[in-house]
């Protein structure tokens, strides 16, 4: 089956450390994205990409990095410039302009 | 920029009762998506809307599109409680760099028995 798969599900990171999240998807997808949730909040675009090896800043792109050197795979690394990275984070991809986003199960990452 | 709004932000309503949830955005677009969100879980997608006037419904929900209005409605009819989770719409822009959805902040929806 088609789908698109997040990993870990749970991430927990010491101050000061980076740490990466993974975001692969194997639908045949151009774009994918990715979003940050926090608790009883909507969903904000961090980056996004369209084609391989292009990506895009979105909103909240500080302290953040992105790669996109396949298709099925689009990894986010938060870096330790980022100050306050507890949050949900959610990876979606898409097809075409005229459909929606399908989104993975999410990472929720934990500063300890 | 673009602003999307949702209000309620938080519904209670009990089982059997109507009621509609609203979203506004600021910037022309014929394109929304409706998504419903449970505690803890990843985002279902509920509706797509491609037009104006678009309607669609399944089961006791249904999604409307007005753009003239920049207005979206999403109508819950005789609600149970299995409907109760977070509701989003999501409006999409094009921009040079390609296309992108926007979110509203969400609407809780509680179905009390």
């Known amino acids: 089956d088609g789908g698109i798969t997040q990993s870990p599900k749970y991430l927990f990171r010491k101050e000061g450390q980076n740490v990466t999240l993974s975001c692969e998807q194997n639908l045949n997808h151009d774009a994918m994205y990715w979003y940050r949730q926090d608790p009883g909040q909507g969903l904000r675009l961090i980056y996004y990409s369209q084609i391989v090896n292009d990506f895009q800043k979105g909103d909240i792109a500080e302290g953040y990095s992105v790669s996109r050197e396949k298709k099925e795979s689009f990894p986010l690394t938060v870096t330790s410039a980022q100050k306050n990275p507890t949050a949900f984070y959610l990876c979606?991809?898409?097809?075409?302009?005229?459909?929606?986003?399908?989104f993975g199960s999410g990472t929720r990452l934990t500063v300890v | 920029e673009l602003k999307v709004e949702q209000n309620p932000l938080f519904l209670s309503m009990q089982e059997g009762k109507n009621y509609t949830i609203y979203c506004n955005y600021s910037t022309t677009s014929d394109r929304l998506y409706w998504y419903r969100q449970d505690p803890g879980k990843s985002l279902e997608s509920l509706f797509v809307?491609?037009?104006?006037?678009a309607v669609k419904q399944e089961g006791r929900l249904m999604a409307s599109l007005d753009t003239k209005a920049r207005l979206s409605t999403l109508h819950i009819t005789a609600a149970v409680h299995d409907l109760s989770a977070t509701y989003f719409c999501a409006v999409q822009v094009w921009e040079t760099s390609g296309s992108r959805l926007t979110f509203g902040e969400g609407t809780q929806l509680t179905v009390n028995p």
């Open positions: 809307l491609l037009s104006n006037g």
């Open positions: 979606a991809s898409s097809r075409t302009v005229n459909y929606g986003y399908t």
